[in-house]
């Protein structure tokens, strides 16, 4: 899927698109919005960012589970190699310890990323801090094109600020945007 993000200066403006959004078949699920005053996207019924959308869950326990597998990996390997420990360390062992170590690391790294905000919105916290909204909408490619038209000619005023996948990348720390 991929994600376009627009930023709005006001709710007002935030439930008119996403109402004409609901109007031309995109579903509720795949509209998400985030601003500084959560409370009221309650008040005006719009779909708020979920905990894994705001924050760096995902990203951070990816993360955390390559480091605890590779080191896990390489513990048990240089172990059972160098015969340091009083038993020997064969495949079976070899693989629970990297396994049970990733799934630690994943454990511990998405505990650490719920004390961040999501790598992806990093590019809008400026416009959030200033009072702006945030509409995420997950789209098929087939879509994209047809959303895009529709909302540059009902809402011109509105700031496609980027699109990108849907797809968390453990490997990047901030979110590539491509311009509209």
């Not at 509209?31 to 760096?56: F, G």
């Not at 480091?67 to 070899?94: C, D, K």
């Not at 961040?116 to 909204?133: E, M, W």
Request: glycine share 8%; proline share 4%; aromatic share 8%.
């Amino acid at each position: 899927m991929i994600r376009l993000y627009y930023l709005t200066q006001s709710l007002a403006q935030a439930k008119r698109v996403t109402d004409d959004m609901y109007a031309e078949g995109i579903s509720d699920w795949h509209v998400h919005i985030i601003c500084k005053d959560q409370n009221s996207l309650t008040h005006h019924h719009l779909n708020e960012a979920n905990l894994l959308e705001e924050r760096d869950i995902i990203h951070s326990g990816e993360q955390g589970a390559l480091i605890g597998g590779t080191g896990g990996l390489l513990v048990s390997t240089v172990a059972g190699t160098l015969e340091l420990l009083p038993f020997t360390f064969a495949l079976p062992q070899v693989a629970l310890l990297t396994i049970f170590c990733g799934l630690f690391g994943a454990w511990s790294g998405g505990l650490a990323g719920m004390a961040r905000q999501n790598y992806r919105l990093t590019p809008f916290k400026h416009p959030l801090d200033q009072g702006g909204c945030l509409i995420m909408v997950d789209l098929y490619s087939f879509q994209v094109h047809k959303v895009k038209q529709h909302v540059f000619r009902h809402y011109p005023d509105l700031l496609l600020a980027g699109s990108s996948s849907s797809i968390t990348n453990p490997f990047s720390n901030r979110v590539p945007l491509h311009p509209a």
